[in-house]
């Protein structure tokens, strides 16, 4: 999909399709996040660096699941 970009007030800007607004499964308003890669650009609505956080946050709440359950008991 060939996208052109645009002048948008001081700035420049890529205007995307409908289509790929729904391939994203985002709207107005919401956020891309643009990881560069070794061969281009992605764009994904999923925060790369989040997502990273998450799993720590996961492993850790498995692994001190009792703790975690004592604490929520308090």
Do not use: C, H, W
Not at 8 to 25: F, H, K, M
Not at 39 to 68: C, H, N, S, W, Y
Request: glycine share 6%.
């Amino acid at each position: 999909m060939k996208l052109k970009i645009t002048a948008i007030g001081n700035s420049a800007g890529v205007i995307l399709p409908r289509e790929l607004l729904a391939r994203l499964r985002v709207a107005k308003g919401d956020a891309l996040y643009a990881t560069e890669l070794a061969d281009g650009i992605k764009l994904t609505p999923f925060d790369p660096k989040l997502a990273g956080q998450m799993e720590v946050a996961e492993r850790v709440m498995r692994k001190r699941r009792a703790l975690l359950r004592k604490l929520a008991a308090s």
